[in-house]
């Protein structure tokens, strides 16, 4: 093969390399429709692509057809994009472009392990437990940020070592992530029977009404409000109609399944979080409630409670809760007044430990997430490592290169050409230690995130596995020639 011929062949293997070992982040995806997705790209195949990104305010794992794709901008999310802490003006300005030589000290090690126990001490078990205690778990903020799973389970199963009965959740919440209102429906589900959960809303959105359909008592104070749960909307869907539905359909299942148990009217449901869903309620002449899925036409204004069409998501009003009787008043969100009005004697907190529980976890959950995005962040920078240093080794390559001088009888490369031929396979081995270096850092970062935080892979591993194998064949070679002394 002559020389020419070689570089060519061997840039093209470069570039095929490069498009394969791109990682697999998401700017913006465009679809076909003239819709488009931001977040981070979780696997793709020639097929489809899953997407991990913001739907209608609700963190989501979407799966969208390769058809349906018109093109990609890849480029890192920003840091805020999933109710992250945003950075400042210049903080991380130029992230990611720090030379390899800057880099080399912290190559091989990972991120932190976030699994440090809880900074402040528990509260102390009371002497005097009283006739029915409760303990509270305040659900105020976001749910997968203030709001976490880990600290409902952390407190359910002390209130099950301590023989605590009643569970109650002071509700504040803007929703948040679907997965996290998922894991605490199926905790509560889990304790039916043992435990009994009550809920105070002062406001109940979105991802909020999993839990408020899984109690089983529900109180609202004046000016609450509580529903407009949607997941789906039709303007932001996945892109196809199939799997809108059946994402839905598992979603409104599970929660309607809940309210069934509980004896909540579970046609709310649907129209809470599928806008094409709809739902009403009245009162009739003898003024008994109804709520069906359509108003009948014969129901005088006067006795319409709330009627809500394919065009709106529906959220009720503290008021319109309590005349549908889905929630009962309450003068302020104050669980101690519980007792008197649920006609249980001797009502009383056991202690503050839902509080730190949920506290200590939603810190431990921030942790995690946060160092989950650090590692994404420095894997996609070890693969522009990899494929900067690879790019060098090849322009390195004493093979690769001309400029030799021989002598003519022998074949034997002059002094200074010897020299030339160990200075340029020195430096290819270099670049290759770097990819090396790169590798063993990039499996330990992927390591953790599958490990210990049940994460999705970032990289694929047959990719891994190609690098580690050109890497050993590529140094193997360079080792053994490195004293070549001719042509």
């Known amino acids: 093969m002559n020389h020419r011929r070689s570089i060519s062949l061997c840039l093209l293997g470069l570039l095929a390399l490069t498009l394969l070992a791109r990682p697999a982040r998401a700017d913006v995806v465009h679809l076909n429709d003239g819709r488009s997705f931001t977040g981070i790209i979780l696997s793709e195949t020639d097929k489809q692509l899953v997407i991990d990104t ?34 400042g003006k210049d903080e991380g300005k130029d992230e990611g472009k720090a030379k390899d030589s800057d880099k080399a000290k912290d190559e091989g090690k990972p991120a932190a392990s976030a699994k440090a126990a809880p900074t402040a001490p528990a509260p102390a ?81 979105s991802a909020s009404i999993w839990v408020v359909f899984a109690s089983d008592t529900i109180h609202i104070v004046a000016g609450g409000t509580v529903g407009g749960a949607v997941a789906f909307s039709q303007n932001m869907t996945t892109g196809s109609a199939e799997v809108d539905a059946k994402m839905n359909s598992i979603l409104c299942a599970n929660i309607r399944a809940m309210a069934d148990m509980k004896a909540h009217p579970s046609v709310l449901v649907e129209a809470m979080m599928v806008q094409d869903a709809t739902a009403a309620a009245w009162k009739d002449k003898w003024a008994q409630v109804h709520i069906e899925k359509s108003l009948p036409r014969d ?87 990899i494929n900067n240093n690879i790019e060098e080794a090849s322009r390195d390559d004493p093979e ?33 230690d770097r ?43 360079l080792k053994i020639n490195r004293n070549r002394d001719g042509v």
């Open 125 to 205: 078990e009371p002497t005097d437990i009283g006739k029915t205690p409760y303990l509270l778990i305040p659900l105020s903020g976001a749910f997968g940020k203030e709001i976490v799973s880990d600290g409902v389970k952390e407190t359910l199963d002390y209130a099950q070592k301590h023989k605590v009965k009643h569970i109650v959740f002071v509700l504040d919440s803007p929703g948040g992530r679907v997965d996290v209102a998922e894991e605490m429906l199926k905790m509560m589900k889990d304790y039916s029977g043992k435990i009994t959960f009550h809920t105070i809303i002062k406001d109940a959105i």
């Open 299 to 385: 129901v005088p204004t006067e006795q319409v409670i709330f009627n809500d069409t394919s065009k709106t998501i529906l959220t009720l009003t503290s008021g319109d809760a309590i005349k549908i009787k889905l929630a009962l008043p309450i003068d302020r969100a104050d669980p101690a007044l519980l007792g008197e009005l649920l006609g249980l004697e001797d009502w009383r907190l056991f202690n503050d430990y839902g509080k730190w529980a949920m506290t200590e976890k939603s810190k431990l959950f921030v942790t995690h997430e946060e160092t989950i995005g650090k590692n994404h962040r420095r894997i996609d920078e070890l693969v522009g490592v």
């Open 54 to 87: 913001m739907v209608a305010g609700i963190r989501a794992k979407l799966p969208l057809k390769v058809s349906d794709v018109q093109s990609i901008d890849r480029g890192p999310v920003p840091d805020d994009f999933f109710g992250g802490k945003k950075k």
């Open 435 to 477: 990819v090396k270096a790169a590798i063993t850092e990039l499996e330990t970062l992927e390591k953790q995130n599958v490990e210990e935080f049940k994460q999705e892979r970032h990289i694929d591993e047959l990719q891994i596995k190609d690098w580690k194998e050109r890497t050993d064949r590529e140094m193997k070679r």
């Open 400 to 432: 690769k290169q001309g400029g030799y001088m021989y002598f003519s009888n022998s074949g034997r490369f002059t002094t200074d050409s010897k020299r030339l031929w160990i200075q340029r396979t020195n430096a290819c081995i270099a670049s290759w």
